[in-house]
């Protein structure tokens, strides 16, 4: 209990700290923006304005995900974080092609940017936010698991080359390159499209009860081998949902034992296996063996 506890505050705290990172970049972009004309500016805006709208999602179904299971949901509510996840490809997809749409615009007809000294200094705050937000964000998917921070932590990786793209593009600029504001742009949407669709690949896996990693189920197997007097473990089958795995195995036990030392070695196999992977909910079914 302890444990989902500590999880929950970590996954609380990751998505508010995208959240509150999301509306500090729309605010110093749209400033950036507005001096320069920048179609590479304008792309950072528009992909943190969606950040903001996607990291305020991302808030809400963590909440949600975290409630404990009731009569309704037995298996609790971490699903609704691999919606979120969905949920944040949408906003990520919308934003890749605004951005494209607006690159190949400027690429046709292209334009001087302006104060890019500010436009310099904007990327730079970004990227530094950007970075911390990460570090912060796999560090709590390590300890979690949770879907919908990494979908969030994909999303602000894509975000991490955005920026210094646009920084790049806003240098280049400086210098007369002025079609590589708009190139650029192009490329960035073509990647943060791409983002959408690994993001959309890994909420699908979770929606449909994908198999945990086929080294994890060999490991669990062996475990449950290691227990003193199973003679057998098969059929195990596995899924996720938000931060709990869910396991179920079957085990040969000897066909002589009672009904009590046959629940004890069942559980005795539950425990060995939370031991290593405290995020389990493990199942086991008793089949005697002559």
Same mark, same amino acid.
């Given at each position: ?73 037995? @298996? +609790?509510?971490?699903? =609704?974080? $691999? %919606?979120? #996840?969905?949920?944040? /490809?949408?906003? !990520?997809?919308? *934003? &890749? ?77 400086? @210098? +007369?390159?002025?079609? =590589?504001? $708009? %190139?650029? #742009?192009?490329?960035? /949407?073509?990647? !943060?499209?791409? *983002? &959408? ?82 995020? =389990?909910?493990? %199942? ?7």
């Amino acid at each position: 209990m302890n444990l989902s506890r500590e999880h929950g505050r970590l996954m609380r705290l990751a998505s508010g700290a995208a959240l509150a990172t999301a509306l500090v970049l729309i605010a110093a972009k749209a400033f950036a923006w507005w001096l320069s004309g920048s179609v590479s500016l304008l792309a950072g805006l528009t992909d943190s304005l969606l950040d903001g709208a996607a990291s305020l999602l991302n808030l809400i179904a963590v909440n949600y995900a975290l409630r404990p299971a009731d009569e309704d949901h037995r @298996y +609790g509510h971490g699903k =609704a974080e $691999a %919606l979120a #996840g969905l949920g944040q /490809a949408v906003f !990520i997809a919308i *934003s &890749a092609v605004l951005v494209g749409i607006r690159g190949f615009e400027r690429l046709q007809d292209p334009q001087e940017i302006t104060a890019t000294g500010i436009g310099v200094a904007v990327m730079l705050l970004s990227l530094g936010m950007t970075a911390l937000l990460l570090v912060f964000q796999r560090h709590v998917v390590k300890v979690t698991g949770s879907t919908a921070i990494r979908a969030d932590s994909l999303h602000y990786a894509s975000d991490l080359l955005l920026n210094t793209s646009i920084l790049a593009a806003l240098l280049l600029a400086a @210098y +007369g390159w002025q079609r =590589a504001d $708009a %190139l650029f #742009g192009i490329a960035i /949407a073509a990647y !943060i499209l791409w *983002s &959408a669709l690994t993001i959309v690949r890994e909420s699908a896996a979770v929606l449909m009860d994908k198999e945990l990693p086929l080294e994890i189920s060999e490991r669990m197997t062996q475990l449950a081998l290691n227990v003193p007097g199973v003679l057998g473990a098969h059929d195990l089958r596995t899924r996720m949902s938000g931060t709990r795995w869910f396991v179920q195995l079957h085990l040969d036990l000897p066909a002589s034992l009672s009904l009590h030392e046959a629940h004890d070695k069942c559980v005795a196999v539950e425990q060995i296996i939370r031991e290593e992977f405290p995020r =389990a909910e493990v %199942l086991v079914h008793a089949d005697p063996q002559h």
